[in-house]
Nanobody, 122 residues
Framework: QVQLQESGPGLVKPSQTLSLTCTVS??????????WSWIRQPPGKGLEWMGA???????SYSPSLKSRTAISRDTSKNQFTLQLSSVTPEATAVYYC??????????????WGQGTQVTVSS
């Protein structure tokens, strides 16, 4: 059973960089052909796919966030991370990590973390 767990600060100041880590257990982030994605849900809005890192290490990003998003990984810890720079209060959301079993990232997800609330406020 694959399990994912998000961790990171719950409060970030405007203009700073939001950094979150997803720790995966029950499966390696480097095996098979899975993507490992970050998704967010602002209050009162729908889910927004942000980007993903493939088992090979390649990355894929939402065009609307590409200039401010970086996804990386630490294979020794079986973790992948999200960095979103220059945040504004509009980045306030519940952030999820998820496994993405598709050939094209961002279409569907089969395992999810529980989500972590991040608030952007001074």
């Amino acid at each position: 059973q694959v399990q994912l767990q998000e961790s990171g600060p719950g409060l970030v100041k405007p203009s700073q960089t939001l950094s979150l880590t997803c720790t995966v257990s029950g499966g390696s982030i480097t095996t098979n052909y899975y993507y490992w994605s970050w998704i967010r849900q602002p209050p009162g809005k729908g889910l927004e796919w942000m980007g993903a890192i493939h088992a090979s290490g390649s990355t894929s990003y939402s065009p609307s966030l590409k200039s401010r998003t970086a996804i990386s990984r630490d294979t020794s810890k079986n973790q992948f991370t999200l960095q979103l720079s220059s945040v504004t209060p509009e980045a306030t959301a519940v952030y999820y990590c998820a496994r993405d079993p598709n050939m094209v990232a961002g279409t569907s997800f089969d395992y999810w973390g529980q989500g972590t609330q991040v608030t952007v406020s001074s």
